[in-house]
């Protein structure tokens, strides 16, 4: 079975059941005073960083005001399905969070996840854009405008803390949590205070079936339609998914190593799946399988296929479900308003 999670796995853990209600708990007023220090050294920071030089092409930041979990990753995926469709041409940059170093470097289809990272990995191959990660994005962004100089419009994956990064547009991504308690690290779960008003480059994005804050936003409306198996998801062989209905009435081991796995099992619960939970931690490494032999079927999400050899399932048989997002047209719309004409651009057609 999984591994025990890690001291610091665990104290993670025990925050989190903290920083998701909707009122601070004793714990929570415990390290407010950590919180409010550390976001005067955050303002400080801010106001002391001097602007960012501008990049080739315009920037986009898919982000998120709270710690992880609210589907920023499948938010960039669709929103560059969508930016094709509108005829642009994008890009991605992003950190890779828990690769190995933090090099600028290409992230290709058949780059090893330990070097690239399993979200940017994960939108490298469903997207087929161009994506380059390093800790330092905008090295990352001018190595991959370099290298693409096809590319007209850059998606940051993340970054909304990352000043040195010019953007011109910022879509902040919340799911059904909110903001949780509504205080800061450590003693909530936002990176920065929920703003009373958007600024004019930022837009509210809400993954869940609601809006979750007070901010004005749009709905995305997400679905799992299909399985496939593992060996198939990684080889692109489409024909092999079944639609979901077929693993009713199976005993289903639901695996998912997620910030928010209590999300993904909800949904297959409103499928009528049956199913047994196992959440691992987020970005858990699978270098030793979570499940013992023998166990039924098992389905995951794509963030954790991404990081599964189909040569290493002793036997069980690993079902993937795709999340896809749906963007309402008027979103990409509004998005793309806030760029620069496209004639302004010096990569433009």
């Not at 950190?95 to 994960?122: F, I, K, Q, Y």
């Not at 997207?127 to 905008?138: D, L, Y």
């Not at 509504?182 to 990176?191: C, E, F, K, N, S």
Request: charged share 20%.
């Amino acid at each position: 079975m999984a591994r025990r999670p890690s001291l610091a796995g665990r104290i993670e853990a025990l925050l989190a059941r903290h920083w998701w209600q909707p009122r601070p708990t004793l714990l929570a007023r415990l390290l407010q005073p950590l919180a409010v220090l550390a976001g005067l050294a955050a303002a400080r920071r801010h106001r002391a960083a001097a602007p960012a030089a501008a990049l080739p092409v315009p920037v986009i930041v898919v982000g998120n005001l709270i710690v992880g979990g609210a589907g920023k990753t499948p938010t960039v995926i669709a929103l560059v399905q969508a930016l094709r469709a509108a005829g642009r041409r994008p890009g991605v940059v992003s950190r890779g969070h828990g690769r190995a170093g933090g090099a600028v470097r290409p992230v290709l289809p058949d780059t090893p996840v330990r070097e690239a990272g399993d979200e940017p990995l994960l939108i490298a191959r469903r997207t087929g854009a161009p994506v380059w990660v390093g800790r330092n994005r905008r090295a990352a962004a001018l190595a991959l405008c370099a290298a693409h100089p096809d590319v007209d419009l850059l998606l940051s994956d993340d970054g909304l803390q990352h000043t040195a990064l010019a953007r011109q547009g910022e879509l902040l991504v919340f799911d059904e949590r909110g903001i949780g308690n509504g205080l800061l690290l450590p003693a909530g779960p936002l990176r920065q205070p929920l703003p009373r008003t958007l600024a004019p480059q930022q837009r509210v994005l809400y993954t869940g079936a609601r809006a979750s804050t007070v901010l004005p936003g749009v709905l995305a409306l997400r679905h799992l339609e299909q399985a496939w198996p593992l060996a198939a998801w990684h080889a692109g062989q489409a024909e092999a998914a079944v639609p979901l209905t077929a693993l009713r009435g199976r005993p289903l081991l639901a695996v998912a190593g997620l910030a928010a796995p209590e999300k993904f099992y909800a949904m297959l619960q409103t499928l009528g799946l049956r199913f047994e939970r196992l959440p691992l931690p987020d970005h858990f490494d699978y270098h030793r399988l979570p499940w013992p032999e023998g166990c039924p079927d098992v389905v995951t999400t794509e963030k954790d296929a991404i990081k599964l050899d189909p040569q290493r399932l002793a036997g069980t048989r690993v079902w993937v479900l795709p999340l896809d997002l749906q963007l309402p047209p008027a979103l990409v719309d509004d998005l793309l308003a806030l760029l620069a004409p496209r004639s302004a651009h010096p990569n433009a057609p």
